[in-house]
């Protein structure tokens, strides 16, 4: 039989029932698989030290024989031990293993083993090496005497049956295509894909190490950009009407405004202003902290596009989130002569006032309103437009492939609009680069003036009873609460605080007469959104919940939100709740409560309280905890990075400019098959996710 890439490993080699849904547990299904499970550390066993030099303390390789082997049992008769003698021709050491009494046959008369372990005090002052790895000397072991992979292990599979499992099968790391262009290897000076698929594993040194890490990380980093930046090709073919920037319209209605636009605003609109004048359709991200202003940017190219007679859409997560933009923008264009509707599951409404959903369609179709805000009902198939010129999307992290391309389908004249989407997760320049390469960002980095700082402070568990007197003070006094825990029942860990407990115990014990209500992720999305229109029409004081709450919106009342087991998030998801309360002239407050006393804990939790920046503390969280937690790459719908860091701004900075170069002069990657069938790969699972 021959062996391709896909052949399942159970083909290669009888594998034991227990081993075989270990493997399925790593997802390690086939060849491929296993060539590109990857070890998270090495162990340097490559210097052999002669027995004479061996020193208590630390752990050493030695080659020599077993001279004798005896089993025993422990005096307490609960352990088996197995020990002897090793020698070399420099001396000889006691060794010790436990509960391993078939090594006593293992080791063959007069032959040379390397062994690898801890070496330590036996009785007195002898010295022993006690539980060490083994193998027969030959020139080319893999457990020890080199540089040996340790893999992520799970039950029943250790790293030493990986490495011994590996190791036959690296000879398939030449039937690995690289799809990486040979022009880009020679210029950036990396070493071949199979060699470092090889030196990944099994490195001779750790320069080659390096090597293949460098390799592999560029190959990672390359694919997703090479696929962001296909999108943005893709998109771009496409053609949109061109939206002339008449700055007599947007000068007049800025200066209506009730306030003055932050500089960061400005630059904001002009460049979306600019890309609007394109027959290319754009592709923008406008990043900003909650309350920066992003809407009313939203709402000036809005405004732009109505002007000269097309159509524009606001699409919003939630149904409340888009009555709130319904009515916020409603007011802020009503000299505007402009027809303004929402589409909703549950509202339809022209001028406030309810209409029928068909006869909305109808009146969309026919070009009679111009501003459509709503839910996804909105881009729905049965909602067509006249000349849908221009879309935003609030607060999704982004606009997915599959929405994306059912846009391009909207206009009965094949046009698509020109794109906005919205965040207030504060994006670090690395992951932007990496995982929007694909959109042009603009970014809001100054808050409108006059914002009132949030009190932040890590409350000590001495002085809970008093945050929580302060709190009622607060709801008497008219105010709403938030209490946010990181889970929704208890899971064992008794530290981590639960919405469930947390809810029973602030109802029955602390907080008797307040209204209080529970809210999270497994509840249906209706129930969520009956609970937040009751909260924000005062029948309810106080809101335990998990971070559901992050996405938003805006509770006039709502001034404390109060974070139970604090450590358990991300310094930006923090700094995003907190976002949530304290939005008008009453003061906000955000209060942390955390069990953990590590050092790092209160470190993480301090920068919070020094900062009110959502992009610096993004970066931090970034550095800190790496992009696995909070940036969980699923959320972009992208593989996890295995090698490359997010943090390598200088690597990123490279491999895009090596895509870019790729595909200005080859955008269909024509002379690229193989890396063309890689991408058909990593599109398929892009979809999957
Ligand atoms: P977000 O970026 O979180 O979506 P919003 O657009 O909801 O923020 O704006 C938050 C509040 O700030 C709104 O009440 C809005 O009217 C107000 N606002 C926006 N820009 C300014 C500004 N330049 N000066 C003062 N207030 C502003
Ligand atoms: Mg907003």
Redesign the pocket.
């Known amino acids: 039989m021959s062996f391709t890439l896909d052949t399942p490993l159970a083909l290669i080699k009888k594998i034991d029932k227990a081993r075989q849904k270990a493997l399925k547990k790593l997802n390690l299904k086939t060849i491929q698989d296993l060539l590109f499970y990857f070890p998270t550390r090495y162990e340097d066993l490559s210097k052999i030290i002669k027995i004479s030099q061996i020193k208590p303390g630390g752990e050493a390789t030695i080659l020599g024989q077993i001279l004798f082997l005896e089993n025993r049992r422990s005096p307490r008769q609960h352990i088996q031990i197995t020990e002897g003698l090793i020698a070399d021709s420099s001396g000889n050491v006691k060794v010790v293993w436990f509960n391993q009494p078939y090594l006593k046959n293992y080791f063959k008369k007069k032959t040379n083993y390397l062994f690898h372990g801890k070496i330590e005090y036996s009785q007195g002052l002898t010295l022993q090496i006690t539980s060490p790895s083994y193998e027969i000397y030959k020139k080319n072991g893999i457990h020890t005497g080199r540089i040996i992979p340790i893999y992520p292990e799970t039950k029943n599979i250790t790293s030493r049956w990986l490495r011994y499992f590996i190791w036959p099968n690296l000879r398939f790391v030449y039937k690995v295509k690289d799809f990486l262009p040979a022009e880009i290897q020679k210029r950036q000076n990396l070493i071949p894909q199979y060699r470092a698929l090889w030196q990944i594993h099994f490195p001779d040194n750790f320069y080659n190490l390096k090597k293949a890490r460098e390799r592999l990380a560029f190959d990672e980093l390359f694919l997703i950009q090479v696929f962001a930046q296909s999108q943005k090709i893709a998109w771009q073919k496409n053609k949109a009407f061109k939206i002339k920037f008449d700055k007599e319209l947007i000068k007049k209605f800025v200066q209506s405004l009730p ?4 500089n960061s ?1 400005r630059i904001a609109a002009w460049e979306i202003l600019q890309d609007l004048e394109k027959e290319r359709p754009m592709n923008r991200l406008l990043e ?1 902290d ?7 940017v939203a709402a000036i190219a809005a405004l732009q596009t109505i002007s000269l007679g097309y159509q524009a859409a606001f699409m919003a997560p939630t149904e409340i989130l888009a009555f709130q933009h319904y009515k916020t923008i409603t007011e802020m264009l009503k000299n505007q002569k402009i027809k303004i509707a929402l589409l909703t599951h549950s509202a339809i409404k022209i001028d406030h006032k309810n209409i029928k959903k068909t006869e909305l369609i109808k009146k969309i179709k026919k070009g009679k309103i111009d501003l459509i805000i709503g839910t996804h009902s909105l881009i729905e198939e049965k909602v067509k437009f006249k000349n849908l010129a221009f879309v935003i999307v609030d607060e999704q992290h982004r606009f997915g492939v599959e929405q994306r391309a059912s846009l391009v389908k909207i206009n009965r004249n094949k046009k698509v609009p020109h794109l906005l989407s919205m965040t ?1 997760t504060p994006i670090p320049r690395t992951l932007a680069l990496t995982f929007y390469g694909d959109l042009d960002l603009s970014v809001l980095t100054e808050m ?2 006059g914002r009132k700082k949030i009190i932040t402070k890590i409350v000590e568990p001495q002085d809970r009873e008093k945050a929580y007197h302060f709190i009622w003070q607060e709801v008497r006094a008219g105010r709403q609460v938030f209490v946010v825990c990181p889970r929704i029942l208890g899971e064992g860990k008794l530290e981590i605080k639960t919405v469930e407990a947390e809810y029973k115990k602030l109802k029955n014990e602390i907080f008797l007469d307040l209204k209080i209500a529970i809210m999270h992720g497994k509840l249906k999305k209706e129930e969520k959104e009956k609970i937040m229109e009751n909260f924000m029409a005062k029948k309810i004081d106080l809101i335990v919940s998990t971070s559901v709450v992050e996405v ?1 919106v ?1 509770i006039p009342q709502a001034t404390i939100m109060m974070i139970e087991s604090a450590e358990r998030f991300g310094l930006a998801q923090l700094h995003q709740l907190r976002g949530r309360v304290g ?1 008008r002239k009453e003061q906000g407050y955000c209060f942390l409560f955390t069990d953990s006393a590590s050092e790092k804990t209160r470190q993480r939790l301090d920068a919070l309280l020094h900062s009110e920046n959502g992009f610096t503390l993004a970066e931090k969280d970034l550095e800190l905890r790496g992009p696995g937690e909070f940036y969980g790459t699923k959320q972009w719908g992208l593989p996890d990075l295995k090698i490359a860091s997010l943090t390598d701004y200088a690597l990123i900075k490279k491999v895009k400019s090596e895509t870019e170069k790729l595909l200005q002069t080859d955008p269909e990657l024509k002379k690229f098959p193989q890396l063309r069938e890689k991408l058909g790969k990593f599109e398929k699972l892009v979809h999957l996710e």
């Open positions: 306030f003055t636009l932050t605003q900003g909650v309350g920066s202003g992003k809407t009313v207030a409108p003036k938003g805006d939005r």
